[in-house]
């Protein structure tokens, strides 16, 4: 009902402005020019107002379709909470949501074992290539133990760093 009154209402605006610029053809005409301040007058005054119509109906309309959309959202709303409070739709949506859950962790998981086996290849492979070159190049093993004897003795300073750092700490906590 709304649509058609709003189609008739746009239509008479139409017709109202077609009806104004028939008397802008009528003022601007050469055969009028005693009468032609009073007809710009009269002329500016209609179009005002049909300026003002065309303002109202627009802002009626904005309005009147605000207020559909929200009574519209508001229905869904209180179907939704109307749903949720009866007891099939808790159950099923809860279910819904754990088995979601449950496969989107399923597919985590596969995914991290995929990328770890991989990684365990790829780290045997160098393993295997890095004892290979140990055992051609007499240099180049030599030259791997003594990194991996730096690594060591670096690993035990920062060791006792740590430590000593912690004894101090907690004492300094506890005193």
Known sequence: MFETMAIEIEQLLARLTGVNDKMAEYTNSAG???LNAALMHTLQRHRDILQDYTHEF?????????IRERENLMGSVRKDIESYKSGSGVNNRRTELFLKEHDHLRNIAMATKENMTSQRGMLKS????MNTLANRFPAVNS???RINLRKRRDSLILGGVIGICTILLLLYAFH
């Open 32 to 34: 009028v020019p005693s």
């Open 58 to 66: 627009h802002k009626t309309k904005a309005n009147f379709m605000a």
């Open 126 to 129: 160098i393993h295997s290539k």
């Open 143 to 145: 030259l791997i133990q």
